[in-house]
């Protein structure tokens, strides 16, 4: 089986300006080897790019696509592949992909978020990151705004699973009320990670 999913997408880069720091990332969630020479990046507008070198990727890899190869002026992005001619947009904006013989091969619609009456994340210096490269990238519920800091100080996990960690101290456990000079008391505290 192959399969390619639209993991990452970093629109709005803090760090750096959108025209250098600008990127996607994908996964083959696949269980075969792929080549993407000749394949189609779009959006549903005008934006078009098709990659013209050999970029294989291997079953459970990710590659991250980028207007900015430069990783010294891309917000420190390792970049596997630098496009041209598409523009991730800070509001809704469409992202497909499609192999030479024309078929999507993945695709993701994002709304522009909350403030646009959407319900995609919107960060700013931070990517969407889908959840789970098992979950349907087109529903909202499934990205999250991305919390691990990279390169220059944006955050995302490019060209990695995207980690989200989020941890909670439940602090109404502790308690030790009075404990008398050479007496002891013992108390629970509730550590949780309810991130991934």
Do not use: C, R
Request: net charge negative; hydrophobic share 30%; charged share 15%.
């Amino acid at each position: 089986q192959s399969s390619v999913t639209i993991t990452e997408i970093m629109q709005n880069p803090s760090a750096v300006n959108d025209s250098d720091g600008e990127w996607f990332e994908i996964i083959n969630s696949g269980n075969i080897e792929m080549d993407l020479n000749g394949w189609i990046i779009k959006d549903a507008d005008t934006d078009n790019h098709t990659i013209s070198s050999s970029v294989v990727i291997s079953p459970d890899e990710y590659k991250v696509f980028g207007k900015n190869s430069n990783s010294n002026t891309n917000g420190g992005v390792t970049v596997d592949y630098q496009y041209s001619g598409i523009t991730l947009a800070n509001g809704d904006d469409e992202l497909i992909l499609v192999d030479p013989n024309g078929i999507v091969f993945d695709s993701v619609a994002y709304d522009g978020g909350p403030d646009a009456g959407g319900t995609f994340p919107d960060p700013t210096g931070a990517s969407m990151a889908l959840q789970s490269p098992e979950l349907d990238n087109n529903v909202s519920s499934n990205w999250t705004e991305s919390t691990l800091q990279f390169g220059d100080g944006d955050y995302g996990t490019p060209g990695m699973p995207n980690y989200m960690s989020n941890i909670e101290l439940d602090t109404s456990f502790v308690n030790f009320d009075t404990v008398n000079v050479n007496e002891t008391a013992t108390s629970t505290i509730v550590i949780s990670n309810t991130g991934n």
